[in-house]
């Protein structure tokens, strides 16, 4: 399995929508609205880095209201 973060920059007032639209792609664990640089961080699990990739690039970034992702996938 394949863990990795998502970090999420929202358009303004959009980071409650954003939540639970993100939680409903496959592959994401859970998102959290956090304060900071980012609006929200997202976990992910899947079976490879090119799953993160489609969920990051096309299921996230494909969200209206998303400005920006940045993606770290765990080493450990």
């Known amino acids: 399995m394949v863990p990795a973060y998502i970090m999420v920059k929202a358009n303004t007032s959009e980071a409650d929508r954003l939540k639970d639209s993100i939680r409903d792609l496959d592959g994401v664990e ?18 490879s880095p090119a799953e993160v990739k489609e969920i990051a690039a096309t299921g996230i970034q494909g969200i209206s209201g998303v400005e920006d992702t940045q993606t770290y996938i765990a080493m450990d």
């Open 30 to 47: 859970d998102a959290h609205i956090v304060a900071g640089d980012v609006d929200l961080i997202v976990k992910v699990t899947v079976d």
